[in-house]
């Protein structure tokens, strides 16, 4: 799959003082790498940028990218973002090879949460406990997104990455090379119990109303 098309031009201007001009010019910083060729230092539209990484599938698909004409499939590495604007201050690209598999990390969608189990049974609370998750494929195979049913899960019950289901020529990298795949997905957590408000009455300490009952007893 590849929807999105990138269009980039070849960064002639180096140094902090350069960077900041094109920054102000609207432009991200970025750079291309991989695939045996040299690294090439480019600048995209920020605006173009904005609007591209608010697709979730951009972070797990091929993109194309086009330097000044010239198309190479890419995927998205390394992304830095400003610590409180919106704005996206550098941008990575690893060149792919469609032979090669490649490792990516592609987003969880949870389903039949409004079903599960321990929510409409037992009054519990889903926790999720990861957004995303770390795959490896080839270019051709990389899933939109990692499906995750919730729907049995009673009270307590915990997902591990182990219990995924991945597509065919999908797999989970942590489990790769001996990894066990234990870390939580998800689970269902037992409701918090909402600690009972304070009457009026509660607020007043004995003192105090022993002291209001002897001054009612007390003559003018």
């Not at 494929?137 to 997902?159: R, T």
């Amino acid at each position: 799959m590849e929807d999105i098309i990138l269009n980039a031009e070849i960064r002639s201007e180096m140094g902090k003082g350069a960077s900041r001009r094109l920054r102000k010019a609207g432009k991200v910083l970025g750079i291309v790498y991989g695939g045996k060729k040299d690294a090439v230092s480019i600048q995209l539209s920020h605006s173009d940028m904005l609007k591209a990484t608010s697709n979730e599938s951009f972070y797990s698909q091929v993109l194309g990218l086009s330097i000044e004409g010239k198309k190479e499939k890419v995927v998205i590495k390394d992304m830095q973002r400003h610590p409180w604007k919106p704005v996206i201050m550098h941008m990575d690209f690893n060149r792919i090879n469609e032979s090669e598999t490649l490792n990516i990390r592609v987003p969880i969608h949870f389903v039949n949460e409004d079903l599960c189990v321990g929510v409409k049974q037992d009054g519990g609370v889903i926790a999720h406990l990861a957004a995303d998750i770390e795959v490896t494929c080839l270019p051709a195979s990389i899933p939109e997104f990692v499906e995750v049913d919730v729907e049995a899960l009673s009270l307590g019950d915990v997902l591990h990455m182990y219990d995924l289901s991945m597509p065919e020529g999908v797999e989970i990298t942590a489990m790769l090379h001996g990894g066990d795949g234990a870390a939580a997905i998800v689970q269902v957590n037992a409701p918090r119990l909402e600690e009972e408000e304070p009457t009026q009455e509660d607020d007043v300490p004995e003192e105090d109303a022993s002291e209001t009952d002897e001054s009612a007893d007390t003559p003018d």
